[in-house]
Nanobody, 119 residues
């Protein structure tokens, strides 16, 4: 059963912006963390941005000052606003969340959305 659905990827020129959206089909209030990962061709998947329940936010050094992660509990959404995009931001971006249920950690992944930055 699909719990996360990403959207908002596409082709953009360097310097442009995109906003990725992640529809979360489980209770936002049960989530321990909400994260965006990316995987570029030939590279390992890397953590881009993380929003921990309680408000702590962390970014990869490569995106600090350009990307912003946010959540909307009422709409069951997690967002990644990406500004000043660079060619090296090209990757498939994945939404990821985890929840603690009866002492067990459950992790969910979206199917990914492609972001291509090219002149």
């Amino acid at each position: 059963q699909v719990q996360l659905v990403e959207s908002g990827g596409g082709l953009v020129q360097p310097g442009g912006s995109l906003r990725l959206s992640c529809t979360v089909k489980i209770s936002m209030y049960s989530l321990n963390s909400m994260n965006w990962y990316r995987q570029a061709p030939g590279k390992e998947r890397e953590l881009v941005a993380s929003l921990i329940d309680g408000g702590s936010i962390n970014y990869a050094d490569s995106v600090k000052g350009r990307f912003t992660i946010s959540r909307d509990n009422e709409k069951n959404m997690v967002y990644l606003q990406m500004n000043s995009l660079k060619v090296e931001d090209t990757a498939v971006y994945y939404c990821n969340v985890d929840q603690l249920v009866s002492g067990s950690r459950l992790v969910y992944w979206g199917q990914g959305t492609l972001v291509a930055v090219s002149p």
